[in-house]
Nanobody, 117 residues
Framework: QVHLVESGGGLVQAGGSLRLSCAAG????????RAWYRQAPGKQRELVAR???????NYADSVKGRFTISRDNTHNTVDLQMNSLKPEDTAVYYC???????????WGQGTQVTVSS
């Protein structure tokens, strides 16, 4: 079984920064893709940033230039550096992974990010 554990959420003022981290544990052969999603109250979960094992990255338009995703394949971690945060970034952020040999997506439990104006 594979599990993901997020850390780093919290409360920050608009314009501030936060760094989210996600560690993967369990029976891991290889992780093909890592991503961060978020879900604000009353809204659908949306992709924030995604990075493949080869380092290909894509971002949601709303976070381009402000957020940076990075991964460490040796330690099976993925980080999300969030700068110039806005109140509309407030959401629960979820770590996601596509794990080789595991059926279905793997999700973390979520971490709350709140940006005050």
């Amino acid at each position: 079984q594979v599990h993901l554990v997020e850390s780093g959420g919290g409360l920050v003022q608009a314009g501030g920064s936060l760094r989210l981290s996600c560690a993967a544990g369990g029976m891991i052969v290889s992780i093909a893709a890592r991503a961060w999603y978020r879900q604000a109250p009353g809204k659908q979960r949306e992709l924030v940033a995604r990075i493949t094992r080869d380092g290909n990255i894509n971002y949601a338009d709303s976070v381009k230039g402000r957020f940076t995703i990075s991964r460490d394949n040796t330690h099976n971690t993925v980080d999300l550096q969030m700068n110039s945060l806005k109140p509309e970034d407030t959401a629960v952020y979820y770590c996601h992974a596509v794990v080789v040999g595991v059926k279905g997506d793997v999700w973390g439990q979520g971490t709350q990010v709140t940006v005050s104006s």
